[in-house]
C-alpha cells in the first residue's frame, strides 16, 4: 500500500494514486470554474481526464505552465504557475502535501507516485501508470497517466470511481 498523509489538506485520499486523482480532479474542477465565471476570454484546459470502465482506467493528460529555476548549488527547481489567478486554484496544504495551489499539489503527488512506483523492487515489478516530463525550454510540466480504477455504485444508486492502490 502507497500510503499518503493528507490530514488538514484539500485531498482526503490516504494513498498515492488516490491522491492523484483526486488532485487532477480538484483541478479540472477549478478550470471549469475559472472558465464558467469567465466567458469572454480564452478558456484555460490544461489538464483531461477520462474514464474508461470498460479497461478500468482514469486517463489524466495534463501540460501545466512552470517557473524554472536554477539554485546556488546548480540544482533546477520547476515550480508550477497558478495560471488560473483569483481563488479557482486555492489549496490547503497538509500532511505530505505542501503545496499552496491545485497545480502544485497535482505535480507534487505525481512525483510522490512515480517515485513509489520506481522504488519497487525488483525493476522488474515496477508499474508505469505515471510519467512526469519536465521542459525547460517549453516551462512545463507534462504528466500523464493511465492508472486503474474500479467503479461501484452505491447505496443511493450514485457511481463512485475509485483509484487502485496498485504499489
Same mark, same amino acid.
Given at each position: 500500500?502507497?500510503?499518503?498523509?493528507?490530514?488538514?489538506? &484539500?485531498?482526503?485520499?490516504?494513498?498515492?494514486?488516490?491522491?492523484?486523482? %483526486?488532485?487532477?480532479?480538484?483541478?479540472?474542477?477549478?478550470?471549469?470554474?475559472?472558465?464558467?465565471?469567465?466567458?469572454?476570454?480564452?478558456?484555460?484546459?490544461? /489538464?483531461?481526464?477520462?474514464?474508461?470502465?470498460?479497461?478500468?482506467?482514469?486517463?489524466?493528460?495534463?501540460?501545466?505552465?512552470? %517557473?524554472?529555476?536554477?539554485?546556488?548549488?546548480? &540544482? /533546477?527547481?520547476?515550480?508550477?504557475?497558478?495560471? $488560473? =489567478?483569483? &481563488?479557482?486554484?486555492?489549496?490547503?496544504? =497538509? =500532511?505530505? @502535501?505542501?503545496?499552496?495551489?491545485?497545480?502544485?499539489?497535482?505535480?507534487? @503527488?505525481?512525483? $510522490?507516485?512515480?517515485?513509489?512506483?520506481?522504488? @519497487?523492487?525488483? @525493476?522488474?515489478?515496477?508499474?508505469?501508470?505515471?510519467?512526469? %516530463?519536465?521542459? &525547460? %525550454?517549453? =516551462?512545463? /510540466?507534462?504528466?500523464?497517466?493511465?492508472?486503474?480504477?474500479?467503479?461501484?455504485?452505491?447505496?443511493?444508486?450514485? /457511481?463512485?470511481?475509485?483509484?487502485?492502490?496498485? $504499489?
Amino acid at each position: 500500500m502507497s500510503t499518503i498523509t493528507t490530514t488538514g489538506s &484539500s485531498l482526503k485520499a490516504d494513498n498515492k494514486p488516490g491522491a492523484v486523482l %483526486e488532485a487532477a480532479l480538484l483541478l479540472d474542477a477549478a478550470e471549469k470554474a475559472r472558465n464558467g465565471a469567465n466567458p469572454g476570454i480564452t478558456p484555460k484546459n490544461n /489538464i483531461s481526464i477520462t474514464f474508461s470502465s470498460d479497461d478500468g482506467t482514469a486517463n489524466i493528460a495534463a501540460t501545466l505552465p512552470v %517557473e524554472v529555476s536554477v539554485g546556488s548549488d546548480g &540544482s /533546477i527547481a520547476y515550480a508550477p504557475k497558478d495560471y $488560473l =489567478g483569483g &481563488s479557482y486554484a486555492t489549496f490547503t496544504a =497538509g =500532511g505530505d @502535501v505542501t503545496a499552496t495551489n491545485c497545480m502544485a499539489a497535482l505535480v507534487q @503527488v505525481a512525483q $510522490l507516485l512515480s517515485a513509489a512506483e520506481k522504488a @519497487v523492487q525488483p @525493476v522488474e515489478d515496477q508499474s508505469n501508470f505515471i510519467q512526469i %516530463e519536465s521542459s &525547460s %525550454e517549453a =516551462g512545463t /510540466i507534462t504528466i500523464a497517466a493511465a492508472m486503474p480504477i474500479t467503479q461501484t455504485i452505491n447505496a443511493d444508486g450514485n /457511481i463512485v470511481t475509485s483509484a487502485l492502490d496498485y $504499489l
